[in-house]
């Protein structure tokens, strides 16, 4: 078997890199461009790609081909139609980065909360040593305990989220964004009111047609001033303009992104110029990326080419 991963680089140094060499002659491509893809997939029996999209074209071209792995959970860089006319099965890689992902949430609402990098440079900067009392209350900050915490998304990200929420004794709140989701241990809402109520809201959402653009100005206005909005869930599912502006406005406390519409993040988003930076805080799409996580993902990809060789 002739194996391909396309960019292998989204996976990082990882303890069990070489967990396919056993498998097939494997090709491993530290990125791979648009006008690059159809020539390394050319010859290829699997294929591997997390970020890399594989069109209508592409899969059409590719005469050898008879899987694609894809080495995340999301599915939406390969057109999955073309794939099922030319009998080639899409496998995907799930749950393998929900402590992960709920771990880093938790760490982005902290720093919201928190703010700890100003603490650490007022000790190191020697101001403390000069204070006249023990401590600092020059900002304030707030429990967990006792707030509202709304989840959007409560799937197996959501629901560990959720679960972390409980133990720091917050009342958890979910809204579906499929309407369908409704056999929860937590307070199901309608939209409205999930916004108007809501303390922390943590998005862990697909993007569908159902979430694409949910969170907008308007929405955004439905809000508590003081309340804090955390997307770990896909880009487009908050409207990043209305973001920067609500921001800017005092509409909401603050706001952390970990993904974005367009990745890497353009150097003209409006994120990128909000005026009130102590409220925002941007990450390069790494929650999920725990070294555990990345392991177990290239696990579940070896696990996916094992049962597909065993079934052909």
């Not at 650490?120 to 900067?125: A, H, P, Q, R, T």
């Not at 989701?181 to 993007?207: G, K, V």
């Not at 653009?213 to 929405?219: A, G, Q």
Request: proline share 3%; glycine share 6%.
């Amino acid at each position: 078997m002739n194996i391909v991963f396309l960019d292998f680089k989204t996976i990082g140094k990882v303890p069990n890199e070489n967990i396919l060499d056993s498998l097939g002659d494997v090709t491993m491509y530290q990125t791979t461009g648009p006008d690059q893809t159809a020539e390394r997939i050319k010859g290829a029996d699997i294929v591997i790609t997390n970020k890399v999209v594989l069109d209508k074209d592409l899969i059409r071209q590719a005469e050898q081909l008879k899987l694609i792995c894809v080495a995340a959970t999301g599915m939406n860089n390969i057109d999955l139609s073309a794939a099922e006319e030319k009998g080639i099965p899409v496998k995907n890689v799930e749950d393998y980065a929900s402590k992960s992902v709920a771990q880093g949430t938790f760490a982005l609402i902290l720093h919201l909360l928190y703010n700890i990098p100003f603490y650490d440079e007022y000790v190191k900067s020697g101001e403390y040593s000069g204070s006249d009392i023990f401590t600092n209350v020059d900002r304030q900050y707030r429990e967990i305990s006792g707030k509202r915490f709304g989840i959007i998304g409560l799937g197996n990200i959501g629901s560990q989220v959720a679960r972390i929420a409980d133990a720091f004794g917050a009342e958890v709140v979910y809204y579906s964004t499929s309407g369908r989701n409704t056999d929860q241990p937590w307070q199901r809402l309608e939209l409205e009111e999930f916004l108007q109520t809501s303390d922390i809201i943590s998005i862990h959402a697909p993007l569908n047609e159902n979430t694409a653009n949910l969170i907008d100005y308007k929405r955004l206005k439905l809000m508590k001033p003081s309340a804090l909005l955390i997307n770990t869930g896909r880009g487009g599912i908050v409207n990043e303009t209305d973001l920067a502006r609500a921001l800017d406005e005092d509409v909401i406390a603050g706001a952390a992104v970990d993904v974005f519409e367009q990745e890497p993040i353009d150097r003209q988003n409006p994120l990128m110029e909000v005026k009130k930076k102590e409220k925002l805080i941007l990450t390069p799409h790494m929650t999920w990326a725990s070294i555990e996580a990345r392991t177990s993902l290239m696990e579940g990809v070896r696990q996916n080419i094992e049962q597909f060789l065993r079934d052909d």
